[in-house]
């Protein structure tokens, strides 16, 4: 395992594991992983399915995916490690998700896992990431990223945080049911739920620009998508005053 400053200093690395050749990302899906290997001389192909994904030199699946929430089974995954030259699974949002997590088998050659830490965690601000694969992998990545990845006082906050298990049970129960009542708030204003991981909801509107801007009037910030004009992504709510406010600018 390499820890590394954020889930996108790993997404940087990546593409320097090898030699550029055909990479293939199942999309939709955050958009660094495309810019991040293209900007290295990949050839990147855009596709939707896992089948699709075979015979590519470099996969990349975001498991659960950002913005949809989709997810895909670790059986699944581990058959497609067969047809790729390597996949790369991003497991940014998978902490509230362990069924679908890919960690404890990242071991094996041909397969690279990626962790956050700020996601889950709250603490985007510490900087810290995990890239978890074989150890010639590892090695690899570990000469690329040079001394001094990540400062001290991010790893010890990690490993404090990372140790207490009882508040990540705690957590994820939480933001189930914080998911579920976002999930009603927002569908009483007539928007339609798409998907979503436990941090995040996303919405079909009439006109997510429009959508926006109305949820910015109150202090309230979104995520829109350069693929879609209807998509708007929101985070859970967290104080008691928080979901008034979303509430007061759903009615407005």
């Not at 090695?139 to 990845?149: N, V």
């Amino acid at each position: 395992m390499l820890a590394v400053a954020g889930a996108q200093a790993a997404i940087q690395l990546i593409p320097k594991l090898s030699t550029p050749a055909r990479a293939r990302i199942l999309t939709p899906t955050y958009n660094e992983h495309v810019a991040a290997l293209r900007g290295a001389g990949w050839h990147v192909v855009e596709v939707t399915t896992l089948a699709a994904l075979e015979g590519a030199d470099l996969a990349v699946v975001v498991n659960p995916n950002n913005p949809d929430g989709r997810g895909h089974a670790p059986e699944d995954l581990l058959r497609l490690t067969a047809r790729v030259g390597r996949l790369v699974v991003d497991e940014s949002f998978a902490d509230a998700r362990p069924d679908l997590s890919l960690a404890a088998k990242a071991g094996q050659e041909r397969l690279i896992v990626l962790r956050s830490f700020g996601k889950f965690y709250g603490l985007a601000g510490v900087r810290l990431g995990f890239i978890l694969g074989s150890d010639a992998d590892i090695a690899t990545l570990t000469e690329i990223a040079g001394p001094w990845p990540v400062s001290g006082p991010a790893i010890a906050i990690g490993e404090a945080a990372l140790s207490d298990h009882g508040w990540a049970e705690a957590t994820i129960a939480r933001l189930h049911t914080e998911a579920a009542r976002l999930d009603v708030l927002v569908q009483s204003a007539g928007w339609k739920f798409l998907g979503g991981t436990e941090l995040f909801r996303l919405y079909d509107t009439p006109d997510a620009t429009a959508a926006r801007d109305r949820l910015a009037q109150h202090q309230i910030w979104t995520r829109m998508f350069p693929y879609s004009d209807r998509w708007l992504r929101l985070g859970l709510p967290g104080r008691p005053a928080e979901w008034d406010r979303l509430a007061a600018a759903l009615r407005d």
